[in-house]
C-alpha cells in the first residue's frame, strides 16, 4: 500500500471535517429542528383545547414558548458551527490544489449523504420567540 | 374556575346538549316534587313570591288544590324553577377533553424524536443517547484533532450534550403530562357535573314526604391531576425538573431528586345530593355544583404550580443551570474568515 502524501494526509483531515459539517451536525440540527417544528404546531391547538381563559393555558404556554426557544437556539448554533466548519474547509482546500482535487473527488462519491449545513433552517414561523 | 364560562371554542361532541337535558330533568322533578309539596295533601306552606307566581296572591296559604300538569300553578312552578338549567350551563361549555390530544401527541413525537418513549420513559436512556450525543461526541472527538482556540474549546458547547437531550426528553414530558392532567379533569368534571344532575332527580323523585334522602356520589375530578403529573419520569433527567409534588401533596423541595415517588391515586372524595324538601335538595345540588367547581380550580392550580416552578427551573439565571438546558454557544460558530487561520488550523500540517 503506498504510503499517502502530505496532500493526501491533507485532503483526508479536510474531508472528515466536512463531513462533519455536512454530515454529523446536520443529523443533529435536524433532530432539534424536528422538535422545534412540532412544538410549534401545538400552537395552532392550545386555545381550542384549553379555551381562552384557562388557568393552565398561560403557564403551560410559557413553559413550551422557552421551551422552543431553546430548541431553536440549540438547532442555530449547530447549523452555524456547520457553516463556518464549511468556510474552514473552503479556505483549506484554496492553499492546496492536490488537496482539494482529492477532496473535490471524495466530496463527489459521498454527495447524496452531504448536505448543505444553511438548508435546514428554521421557517420564520418556528422562530424562537424572543 | 375561569375555564368554565365563555365561548369554550371545543367541538361539539354533543355534551352540552346531553348535560342541558339532565338540567331541565332536574327542573322538571323540582317542579313535580314542589308540586307535591304544595298540593292537596301536601306539607308546605307557599313562600310569599312563589304564591305571588302561582296565584297573584300572598295568603301564605295554597288555594288551588292540586298542581297539576299543564295547570296555570304547574306553568308558573316550571318558570319559579327556571334558573335551574342557568347552574349546569356553565359546565355544558367546558373543554372538549379531545381537543387536548392533538397536543399530547406532538408531544409525544417530541420525546421520540430526543429517542425517548413517552410510554416507557424509564427505560430509554440508551437510545436518548445515541440520537444526539453520538454524533456531537464523534464531531467533538475529531475537532479535538485540531488546532486553535475555536477548535480546541468546542467541547464547552460539545459536553453539555451528555445530558441535555435527556432534560429535553423531560420537559417535553412535563408539558405532556400537563396537558393530560388538564385533559383528564375535563374528562372527570363532566362525568361529575352528570352525577351531581343524576343524583338531584333521584333525590328529588326518589323520598317520601318529609323523609328526606341523601344520594352519593364519587368526585373523580379530585384524583385527575395526581394520576399524572405523579407520575414521575427521569429520563435520567440532571436538571431539577419538578414533575408530581405539588400533586402528590408534598413539597417541591423535598420531591427534588425523588425521580420514582408515585401518590397513591385511590384516594376518594364524595359528595352527596339530599334534603327533605324540593328546595333543600336544590340547595344541596348548588352547593354541590360550588364545590365542582372550587375543586376544578384547586386542580388546575396544581398543574399551574408544576408548570412554573419548572418554568422558572430552564430561565434560571444560574449558569451552571442553564448549561444543562441549552449548550454555551461555541466560538467557532462565530469565527470570520479572516480568523480561520488562528483559531482554526489543521491536525496535521500543511503540505
Known amino acids: ?130 | 374556575m375561569d375555564t368554565l364560562d365563555g365561548a369554550g371554542g371545543a367541538e361539539d361532541d354533543g355534551f352540552a346538549d346531553k348535560l342541558m337535558s339532565k338540567a331541565r330533568k332536574v327542573q322538571l322533578a323540582a317542579v313535580q316534587k314542589r308540586a307535591e309539596e304544595i298540593g292537596d295533601g301536601g306539607t308546605s306552606h307557599l313562600d310569599p313570591a312563589e304564591e305571588m307566581a302561582l296565584y297573584r296572591t300572598q295568603t301564605g296559604r295554597v288555594i288551588g288544590g292540586d298542581v297539576l300538569p299543564g295547570s296555570r300553578q304547574w306553568a308558573a312552578l316550571e318558570d319559579w324553577y327556571s334558573w335551574i338549567p342557568g347552574i349546569f350551563e356553565p359546565f355544558a361549555h367546558l373543554p372538549n377533553p379531545s381537543n387536548f390530544s392533538p397536543i399530547i401527541d406532538e408531544m409525544k413525537s417530541v420525546i421520540g424524536i430526543f429517542g425517548g418513549d413517552a410510554d416507557h420513559p424509564e427505560a430509554n436512556y440508551e437510545k436518548i443517547d445515541s440520537v444526539v450525543w453520538g454524533n456531537m461526541d464523534s464531531t467533538a472527538n475529531y475537532l479535538a484533532q485540531w488546532r486553535g482556540r475555536a477548535a480546541t474549546t468546542f467541547d464547552s458547547f460539545s459536553d453539555p450534550f451528555q445530558q441535555i437531550p435527556h432534560n429535553h426528553c423531560a420537559l417535553a414530558y412535563i408539558l405532556k403530562q400537563g396537558v393530560e392532567a388538564n385533559k383528564q379533569i375535563f374528562v372527570n368534571v363532566r362525568r361529575d357535573i352528570c352525577a351531581v344532575a343524576d343524583s338531584t332527580v333521584a333525590a328529588l323523585l326518589g323520598q317520601d314526604f318529609g323523609a328526606g334522602t341523601d344520594i352519593s356520589y364519587e368526585l373523580t375530578v379530585v384524583a385527575a391531576v395526581a394520576g399524572f403529573l405523579s407520575t414521575v419520569s427521569s429520563f435520567g433527567a440532571t436538571l431539577p425538573i419538578v414533575f408530581g409534588a405539588v400533586a402528590a401533596g408534598a413539597s417541591i423541595g423535598a420531591a427534588r431528586g425523588s425521580s420514582h415517588q408515585k401518590k397513591d391515586p385511590s384516594e376518594r372524595v364524595t359528595g352527596s345530593i339530599g334534603g327533605h324538601t324540593a328546595d333543600t335538595v336544590l340547595d344541596s345540588m348548588i352547593d354541590a355544583t360550588k364545590q365542582l367547581t372550587k375543586l376544578v380550580g384547586s386542580e388546575e392550580d396544581k398543574i399551574v404550580e408544576v408548570l412554573d416552578r419548572n418554568y422558572e427551573t430552564i430561565t434560571s439565571p444560574n449558569e451552571e443551570v442553564r448549561r444543562q438546558i441549552i449548550a454555551p454557544r461555541p466560538r467557532l460558530a462565530d469565527i470570520s474568515g479572516a480568523d480561520i487561520d488562528t483559531k482554526m488550523a489543521p491536525p496535521t500540517l500543511r503540505p
Open chain 1, 1 to 130: 500500500m503506498p504510503h499517502p502524501n502530505d496532500s493526501e494526509l491533507f485532503a483526508s483531515d479536510l474531508e472528515k471535517l466536512l463531513r462533519v459539517a455536512r454530515i454529523k451536525l446536520p443529523e443533529m440540527a435536524e433532530v432539534y429542528l424536528d422538535a422545534n417544528h412540532k412544538i410549534a404546531r401545538t400552537g395552532d391547538a392550545d386555545t381550542t383545547a384549553f379555551t381562552v381563559q384557562s388557568r393552565v393555558l398561560p403557564s403551560w404556554r410559557a413553559l413550551r414558548d422557552e421551551f422552543q426557544r431553546v430548541l431553536g437556539q440549540t438547532a442555530d448554533n449547530i447549523i452555524d458551527t456547520a457553516r463556518v466548519l464549511e468556510r474552514v474547509v473552503d479556505h483549506y482546500a484554496r492553499t492546496d490544489a492536490e488537496a482539494a482535487a482529492a477532496l473535490k473527488k471524495a466530496v463527489g462519491d459521498s454527495e447524496s449523504e452531504m448536505r448543505t449545513p444553511g438548508s435546514a433552517r428554521l421557517a420564520p414561523s418556528e422562530m424562537p420567540k424572543e
